[in-house]
């Protein structure tokens, strides 16, 4: 048949020679679904984009796929981004280093102090004149810089979900712990005055400035960690009957529809791993020997962070996959999967052929998607692997 097939759609009275019956029929069809095709077209390009490009698990309409996707935002489709890093102690710029060092001449310490300060400086401040001397500036210096992390996680835990039950006053979760945080700072930035005289510029003042320093970032990460507390109960909650129901529907066979399943429960363990985590480091931090954790549980937090941001990838491609594999393996009336066969087979350079091909495409993707994560024997790739610096 090959031989009259001219492989250009524009001589459609010549497409099928001898065969006038399936032109006719190929053509109405085609008419048809042209409507449809050109709606989709767009939204299904973007679903491949976003999922297989590496640039986006992340895209919110890829999450809220499905029939519950209106009233509820799907399995985790509300969750919260995660916060923002932890105000943290920033390598150098900590003043308990210089408080056992000469305070009144010269120090290459002060020296590469106030250059990291200016490094970090946020962004419009002025920057710091680099003089190898302390001042009233370079001491106060540092609170511009807490007060911009502070501004930042409460913009952060603002678009969490409140807290407080049933009868109780809703504020955003590490509300009081970032009110004492401002506390703190304005007790740094207050002790900071003394420094305009550069005759109280003394150990002492550098210690007592080291102290409030800590107990700002002490309980800006206290609030931090609450917020994160929040963020991992949402999503804990992401493997919903919906998203389960998609799972045990889908036409893979059954051993592998239970290995997906199991590898979610693999996940939701993990998040709940790392909310004791957090549940720990905040108690350790509000304890009254808090000093003596203070390191630990600063690096607990950082290893924490990390672990999280490929996790919650992890979540969401966990998500994702089972609706998108659900919507392009939809059984299709036996006619239309007919028509799609022959105009791949016959047309191969036509627009509906190569949506055909795309779609197919993508299926065999989304279909290794969920294979590969239902062929982990344990943990996810993805998932924290390292050990806590905490050992309590």
Same mark, same amino acid.
């Given at each position: 048949m090959?031989?009259f097939l001219?492989?250009n759609?524009?001589?459609p009275?010549?497409?099928?020679?001898?065969?006038?019956?399936?032109?006719?029929a190929?053509?109405?069809?085609l008419?048809a679904?042209?409507?449809d095709a050109?709606i989709?077209?767009?939204?299904?390009?973007?679903?491949?984009?976003?999922?297989f490009?590496?640039?986006?698990?992340?895209v919110p309409?890829?999450?809220?796929?499905g029939?519950?996707?209106?009233?509820?935002p799907?399995a985790?489709?509300?969750?919260?981004s995660?916060?923002a890093?932890a105000?943290?102690e920033?390598?150098g710029?900590?003043?308990?280093?210089?408080s056992?060092s000469?305070p009144?001449?010269y120090s290459p310490q002060v020296?590469?102090?106030?250059?990291?300060?200016? %490094?970090a400086?946020?962004?419009g401040?002025?920057?710091?004149?680099?003089?190898?001397r302390?001042?009233y500036?370079t001491?106060?210096?540092p609170?511009?810089?807490?007060?911009?992390?502070?501004s930042?996680?409460s913009?952060?835990?603002?678009?969490?979900?409140? %807290?407080g039950g049933?009868g109780?006053? #809703?504020?955003?979760?590490?509300?009081t712990?970032l009110?004492?945080a401002?506390k703190a700072?304005d007790s740094f930035?207050?002790?900071?005055l003394s420094?305009?005289?550069?005759?109280?510029?003394?150990?002492?003042?550098?210690?007592e400035?080291?102290?409030?320093? #800590?107990?700002t970032?002490r309980?800006?990460s206290?609030a931090w960690?609450e917020?994160d507390?929040?963020?991992?109960?949402v999503?804990?909650?992401?493997?919903t009957?919906? +998203?389960?129901?998609?799972?045990k529907?889908?036409p893979?066979?059954?051993?592998?529809?239970d290995?997906?399943?199991?590898?979610?429960e693999t996940?939701?363990?993990?998040?709940?791993?790392?909310?004791?985590?957090?549940?720990?480091d905040a108690?350790l931090?509000?304890?009254?020997?808090?000093?003596a954790h203070? #390191?630990?549980?600063?690096?607990?937090?950082?290893?924490?962070?990390?672990q999280?941001?490929? &996790?919650?990838r992890?979540?969401r &491609?966990?998500?994702?996959?089972?609706?998108?594999?659900?919507e392009?393996?939809?059984?299709?009336p036996a006619?239309?999967?007919?028509?799609e066969?022959?105009?791949?087979?016959?047309?191969?350079g036509?627009?509906?052929?190569e949506?055909?091909?795309?779609r197919?495409?993508? +299926?065999?993707q989304?279909?290794?998607?969920?294979?590969?994560?239902?062929?982990e024997?344990? %943990?996810?790739p993805s998932?924290p692997?390292?050990?806590?610096?905490?050992?309590?």
């Open positions: 090959g031989r001219p492989g759609l524009s001589r009275s010549v497409a099928f020679l001898g065969l006038p019956w399936l032109s006719v190929l053509a109405g069809m008419a679904q042209e409507n050109a989709k077209s767009e939204e299904r390009a973007a679903f491949s984009n976003s999922l490009d590496g640039s986006g698990i992340d309409w890829v999450l809220t796929r029939p519950q996707a209106a009233a509820a799907g985790a489709a509300g969750t919260p995660i916060p890093a105000p943290s920033r390598p710029l900590s003043l308990d280093r210089l056992a000469d009144t001449g020296l590469v102090l106030q250059s990291r300060l200016n %490094a400086r946020p962004p401040t002025p920057e710091l004149r680099i003089t190898g302390l001042d500036q001491l106060a210096f609170a511009l810089i807490l007060r911009a992390d502070l930042s996680l913009q952060e835990l603002a678009r969490l979900p409140p %807290a049933t109780q006053a #809703k504020e955003a979760p590490g509300a712990a009110q004492k401002r700072l930035a207050r002790a900071a420094a305009r005289d550069p005759s109280r510029i003394r150990p002492s003042l550098l210690r400035l080291s102290l409030q320093q #800590k107990e970032e309980w800006a206290i960690l917020g507390l929040s963020r991992l109960h999503e804990s909650r992401f493997l009957p919906d +998203l389960r129901a998609t799972i529907s889908l893979e066979p059954p051993p592998a529809r290995a997906y399943l199991r590898a979610g996940r939701r363990s993990l998040l709940k791993s790392l909310e004791q985590d957090d549940q720990t108690r931090l509000e304890s009254a020997r808090w000093r203070y #390191k630990s549980v600063r690096q607990a937090i950082a290893v924490n962070q990390r999280e941001l490929v &996790l919650d992890s979540v &491609l966990y998500e994702a996959v089972p609706y998108a594999l659900s392009l393996a939809a059984p299709q006619p239309k999967r007919l028509l066969r022959l105009t791949v087979r016959f047309f191969p036509s627009r509906r052929a949506e055909i091909e795309t197919l495409r993508r +299926l065999r989304v279909e290794g998607a969920f294979l590969r994560i239902a062929a024997k344990s %943990a996810p998932a692997g390292q050990p806590r610096p905490l050992g309590s």
